[in-house]
């Protein structure tokens, strides 16, 4: 006997042992992770799903978040024009001082615009307006007409503007040369008359979208006038990623100092701020906020319930042993399996105590009930089948969501299954190595209490009046599915904080960009292929100026850099319109003023073999830098495959129609919507996960009628069934539009809620069951449980408050109606 005793201690201790292993191992890694570079994702980006069919696109959305999310912009105001412009000279330094930021612009370093005409000097004679294209083609038709009253021998197919007489030719030219010599001055881009005689290449320069904004160049600064206001701009760049917290907290600090100071030297300023980086700072401070509002709140609610049920604070303490293991173990797997952990997985996973304490609240139950006749071993061996039963039915509920290709719902299934695993296998092999002895004391007045309050509930909706209630709530709620709305806008994955979205359209309204997130996708096999389709979309978007669908401008990288045939084009153009006659064009030089050598010099260029201006060319000046998110370049080295953006300006629903109706007339040009892309997969998963709630109703029914036997099951699955259909018949009463996140949340009612029937049905089973132990047991589950999922319906974030609110009255009506799933007292007794 001595020995047997001996050998049970040490399997007692070399459990114990484990799971401290186990907690050891899980807390450092835990630990050592958060002791580096955060874990915690803060790119509301990265919570999204793909989108788009076409991985190109999805990449063109990242390309464009990473070039936009390290800057940082700030826009310093004041009705005094020197005082905004001292306060942004200031605000600057201070900024740029403080190590915050990897580079901080305020004044502009002087910049010869000459080296952007540099660049494409060399390549002149082959870029062209649309419009000098038309005037050459113009001038070639009315000279063309002229020439048609004598006919004369056949021209060559090179003559003089291809169909000039020889007289009207020169005249022509010479009409484009004195418009280009006696136009009055000029500003931005301009050449030298010796390089560039007719003006081409400086009408062609004048065409680059550089400058898309209201900003003006003053004293070295960027400078917004909107009535007595003057606001300055200021560019900051980011040493390190926007989601990163020490990023946050060093460009936080930086600011609060660098505004403190102004506030002093100048009041009359105000600063608006915009950038990834304090959207990103914002929602993880809001997150830990709700969790450790969410964590704490739980944690008491849960503490003072079991306190007051079980009168015992070690029982209270092994409770939250099991849970703590459950939550350690699920950040740890986590992080370990997406090396990321998302602001959705984190508040949720604070509210994940409730569920993972109700395990042990049912061995609790056990415990308590034995008193005397407590064997740890057989405790377990008692509440396994129930534990069984509902662990499986609420892997089911997560599998589920972990499914669905949507990342931030996949960490919260592997974070929720991770810890109700660790949870439940704590019930049933640490527990009972840690409560080996009998309770000293059991509330067998509020057991007593909680089976005669079962009897009168159950035989009020139990036994064959379960089918009366079910039609009666069936009644009831056919009017509410009936009223019942969708709404699967994008914001209500998170919400954006309100100063932050005002201070950002401060900075568009000053700057005069808009709020667009929308633009084309240009592919091709080739770069060449990729710039004659974005030419082809820009002559489309152009021909809409004028029209009630027309945009406000674009950026294209074709506008940068011609297409290799249109290059060659022009310069056919030019040879055939210009150059066909050099002693004609000689003499109109001359005789507009231009000395011998220049006239020579400039007519021997174009006999030059003529270069083609490339990509790689234009990627490689400097000053091309901010445009370069354009380009995406060989987006697949497989199929060798190419690609571009084009970023229309001014896109509104009114002309988002005729966009999208232009990029599908050009073949590779694909129109990118990220919010509407991702709302429109919201309501397609809305409609999916419809079907899958019925899926796994049907699944759950018969795994609970193999456990059970068909009648058994039926009665087992009809309390979440019903608490299904009142869930859906509240929000339609309510006019609360349903959205991906209330149908999900509907998925765990049924995992969640399905436990408290198995409970009760399992208690039944057992002969030696005290059904008011079981029904406490079920109760105090549901009170954990909706005490931290109902807390989720207080969320800030849009998603976790409609998850929240759902859950917490699935799981109310579920624990309500659980009694049906009950046995008849004649079946018991029999």
Known sequence: MDMLQQRSAKQVWGIRAAWLLLALVASLYCGWRFAGPSPLQTNLLALLPATEADPVAEKAVDTLASALGDRTVFLVSSNDDAHAKAAAKQLGASLQKSGAFGSVTAELPPFDL?????L?????FGLLTPSDRAALATSNASSATAGDAPKEAPRSAGSSLAGHSEENAPKALAGMLAQRIYSPLRGGLTTPLADDPFGWLEHWLGGLPLATSNLELEDNMLVAHRGADTSV???????????ESKTQHAVLAALAQGENALKQAFPDV????????????SARSASEHEVHLIGVASLCGIALLMMWVFRSPRLLLLGFVSTALGIVCALAVTMLVFGKLHLLTLVFGASLIGEAVDYSIQYFVVYLGAQRDWDSRRGARTVRPALTVALTTSLLGYAIL???????????????????????????????????HAPKRSPRRLFAGAARGLTVWHRAIGGKRAWFVAALLLIVAIPGWLRLTSDDDIHLLIERDPSLVAQEDKVRAAVGVDNSAQFFVVRGETPERVLQRAEALGAKLDALSGTANQVGGYQSVAQFVPSAKQQTEDRVLLARHVFDDPGALRATLLQAGFKDEVADAWIAAFAQPQPLLTVDKWLAAPWSQPYRHLWLGQVDSNTQAYAAVVIPQGVTPRNEAALIATAQAVPGVAFVDKAASVSKLFGAYRVDSGWWLGGALALVLVLLMLRYAPRGGIAVTLPVLLAVGVTLAVFGYARVPLNLFNWLALMLVLGVGANYAVFLREGCLRTDADLGAVWTGVLLSAATTLLSFGMLGMSAMPALKSFGATLALGIAVSVLLAPIGMPSESRRLA
Do not use: D, H, N
Request: with cysteine.
């Open 114 to 118: 000459s080296r952007i005409a540099a």
């Open 402 to 436: 972990m499914w669905v290709p949507f990342p931030a719902l996949k960490q919260i299934a592997c974070f929720a299954i991770a810890g109700i695993v660790t949870a439940f296998a704590s019930v049933l092999w640490l527990l009972p190595a840690l409560l080996t």
């Open 120 to 124: 494409y000097m060399p390549y002149r």
């Open 233 to 243: 701009l200021i560019v900051a760049t980011l040493p390190g990623s926007a989601y």
């Open 270 to 281: 105000s600063v608006a701020r915009t950038g990834a980086v304090f959207y990103a700072e």
